[in-house]
């Protein structure tokens, strides 16, 4: 079913996957080994009255990998040496991808989609309870923050429900900047775009419910996760570098994660091997 109620840049479809292509990328999900980056690194350390922490939950990512400790892609200024080369989209991934890119064609206002424009990048997000210090808690949020790809970004939901907001600015003081509301379904399509959703306000998950008990995606050690999340992004090509032509410090920065990302994926492995005499 689509919202056809929504406002100019937002489009939601729910379901928008069926319940075979569900159980094929969980299948798939379950063969991936998520990482659980640190937010600084060696030569990009903590700002002052910042500190080393991780992030707050797995990622994966597909087409590039923006490791935290690169800072992201962030144009106009933050573009090079941001996005590492990484995996290909798996079959099933790209004939998702390819009907999100037609369906972004046809509901999306042109003039919000630039040119050159495709969904060549995908990050993974797990969403659930952490272990600390021998308690489970709920880490399933995601604070205020732009997707600072160029144009229309995809979303597509599984697991528990989610309570996704658009608000104006940073503030945390309740409700009174909050421009739009919706709940993410398991199963659902949402695409966000033009200059009101993608540059003006901020996006967040506020919570994920606690219902369904389903076991999602990987085994991931002292971490149980209720909600993965799949946002679609487009990077120009050229923004796009394989790990050899990072400088060596920055390649220094993301080895061990390189290294770990290689025990399952075929792409890393390559490089490791590549590689791992000079490291
Ligand atoms: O999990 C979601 O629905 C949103 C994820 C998100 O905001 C992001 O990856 O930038």
């Given at each position: 079913m689509k919202d056809t109620n929504l406002p100019l840049g937002l489009h939601y479809q729910f379901p928008f996957i069926n319940r075979a292509e569900r159980e094929k990328l969980l299948q798939w999900l379950s063969t991936l080994e998520p990482l659980w980056e640190m937010r600084f690194s060696k030569s990009n350390p903590p700002p002052e009255g910042d500190e080393q922490r991780p992030l707050l939950r797995p990622v994966y990512w597909l087409g590039n990998w923006q490791f935290a400790c690169l800072d992201y892609y962030h144009p106009p200024k933050g573009v090079d040496f941001r996005c590492v080369t990484a995996e290909t989209y798996p079959p099933l991934l790209r004939a998702i991808v390819d009907r999100i890119e037609f369906i972004v064609k046809k509901r999306v206002p042109?003039?919000?989609?630039?040119?050159?424009?495709?969904?060549?990048?995908?990050?993974?997000?797990?969403?659930?309870?952490?272990?600390?210090?021998?308690?489970?808690?709920?880490?399933?949020?995601?604070?205020?923050?732009?997707?600072?790809?160029?144009?229309?970004?995809?979303?597509?939901?599984?697991?528990?429900?989610?309570?996704?907001?658009?608000?104006?600015?940073?503030?945390?003081?309740?409700?009174?900047?909050?421009?739009?509301?919706?709940?993410?379904?398991?199963?659902?399509?949402?695409?966000?775009?033009?200059?009101k959703w993608k540059n003006k306000t901020f996006h967040r998950v506020q919570r994920v419910e606690d219902r369904r008990k389903e076991k999602l995606g990987p085994e991931i050690s002292g971490f149980q996760t209720r909600r993965i999340n799949f946002t679609f992004r487009y990077v120009p090509d050229k923004d796009i570098k394989p790990f050899h032509q990072f400088p060596r410090e920055l390649q220094e920065d993301i080895w061990p994660y390189v290294q770990t990302l290689g025990n399952h994926s075929k792409h890393f492995q390559a490089i490791v091997k590549k590689h791992q005499s000079q490291f």
């Open positions: 042109k003039n919000f989609i630039p040119d050159g424009w495709k969904l060549n990048t995908c990050l993974i997000n797990f969403y659930g309870n952490k272990l600390e210090n021998g308690k489970w808690v709920d880490r399933a949020r995601v604070g205020e923050h732009k997707d600072f790809e160029p144009g229309p970004v995809a979303s597509m939901s599984l697991g528990d429900r989610a309570f996704f907001q658009f608000v104006n600015g940073k503030s945390t003081l309740g409700d009174e900047n909050v421009v739009f509301s919706q709940w993410l379904e398991d199963s659902s399509l949402q695409i966000f775009s033009g200059d």
